[in-house]
């Protein structure tokens, strides 16, 4: 199971990944925006006041009744949207950290990868220098 995730994260192109991440993070703030700026659309009041003043016809109540069923569900629909949206722009922004805590890893590894070596070449150096005035 192990090697299966290693595999697929040796897979991706972690420097495209790395590039791309600010303007995922700036598109999904400005999704946020423009969607967080609309209000919910309210069903329409009128309308309803309208509907009510009509004469009595079964085809034009029932006509009403489902216009008004989709002013309901278009409501719905549009908070859900906002709030997917909401929950993109957090996304984007914990992905975004997440790419700069793992930039900071890989400089970190290399300085201890760098370190390591010149501390391996120190020790060959130490143990030829040992065997030689010998």
Do not use: C, Y
């Not at 919910?40 to 009128?46: A, H, I, K, L, N």
């Not at 006041?49 to 309901?72: K, N, Y």
């Not at 549009?78 to 997917?84: N, P, Y």
């Not at 300085?111 to 120190?122: D, H, K, L, T």
Request: hydrophobic content about 55%.
């Amino acid at each position: 199971m192990a090697g299966a995730w290693l595999k697929v994260l040796k897979s991706v192109p972690w420097s495209e990944v790395l590039a791309a991440a600010p303007q995922v993070a700036n598109g999904a703030r400005r999704l946020w925006d423009t969607v967080g700026r609309k209000g919910v659309p309210e069903p329409d009041m009128e309308f309803d006041e309208t509907v009510t003043s009509m004469p009595v016809d079964d085809g034009i109540a029932m006509l009403a009744a489902r216009v008004e069923q989709q002013d309901v569900a278009i409501a719905q629909l549009h908070g859900q949207v906002r709030e997917a949206s909401k929950l993109i722009a957090e996304l984007a922004d914990q992905n975004a950290q997440l790419i700069a805590r793992l930039e900071a890893a890989r400089e970190r590894l290399t300085m201890v990868g760098v370190v390591a070596a010149g501390s391996g070449v120190a020790a060959i150096v130490a143990l030829i220098l040992v065997l030689v005035r010998t």
